[in-house]
């Protein structure tokens, strides 16, 4: 029933903007931040996540990103993905705000992503700007601890958004702007805690649209969606995508 509404609400409401969070990527074996088995159980974010703990032990900030970027790079699209992914070919989906860094969304084949919370694509320099592609951070750190910056010599910084930093300005004006825009906004894997980004359900209420949730566990704006489905995305969303996919 849940899948066949939600065919339904994205067939009616157009155009479908997408917002996913951390769940939609742990069933591509990508452990999520805040549930009691998340990373933060773990490890401290103020230790390890914040921009003040890199600015003051680099090193120890990458004791915790350089295993998980090999285990990100190493991760594939989960049924979840590569059903967004044709459901934007189809003409259903406008495009993906995604909280996660991990890339799942580009290599599943989305092509219009907005990555609110930056990427593991590339990782820069603090002093000297230059930037590095994964492919050249992942040979740095092969070799050490922590990739030093090869013209200076600097430890360099994922392009991640860390606790205490802004999140870069086109990107979350992107964001606003399609849920102000979407006549559904679908939420995928989220619990809508992390702000800014837990306002965009707000955005697209505001401007008449409607909201559909996809998530393991309650949001704050359970009562205010018009579909509810506590579900995994792997088993909805290829369903949804199949449905529309037929039709079209």
């Known amino acids: 029933m849940g899948a066949n509404a939600l065919v339904e609400l994205i067939r009616r409401r157009q155009p479908c903007i997408v917002l996913t969070g951390a769940g939609v990527s742990t069933e591509s074996g990508i452990p999520d931040f805040r549930s009691p088995t998340g990373l933060w159980a773990t490890f401290d974010p103020l230790e390890y996540g914040s921009i003040e703990a890199f600015r003051r032990d680099p090193v120890k900030v990458w004791s915790f990103y350089k295993p998980r970027v090999a285990m990100l790079t ?21 495009a993906v705000v995604t909280q996660n860094i991990d890339r799942l969304h580009e290599r599943a084949g989305s092509s219009e992503v907005v990555e609110v919370h930056g990427s593991i694509r590339t990782s820069s320099c603090p002093r000297c700007g230059e930037r590095y592609g994964l492919e050249r951070v992942l040979g740095l750190l092969a070799e050490a601890d922590a990739p030093a910056c090869p013209a200076c010599g600097e430890i360099l910084k994922p392009d991640v958004v860390f606790f205490g930093e802004l999140l870069p300005s086109g990107a979350i004006e992107r964001a606003f702007e399609l849920a102000r825009t979407a006549r559904l906004l679908l939420v995928v894997g989220s619990a809508l805690e992390v702000h800014p980004v837990a306002g965009l359900p707000l955005e697209t209420l505001g401007a008449g649209g409607a909201l559909a949730i996809v998530n393991r566990g309650p949001t704050p704006f359970d009562s205010e969606a018009r579909l509810r489905i506590d579900e995994q995305a792997g088993k909805v969303l290829p369903a949804v995508a199949a449905e529309l996919g037929g039709a079209s």
Not at 74 to 83: G, K, Q
């Open 74 to 94: 190493e991760a594939e699209p989960n049924p979840a993905h590569l059903a967004l992914a044709e459901l934007e070919r189809l003409g259903f989906v406008g």
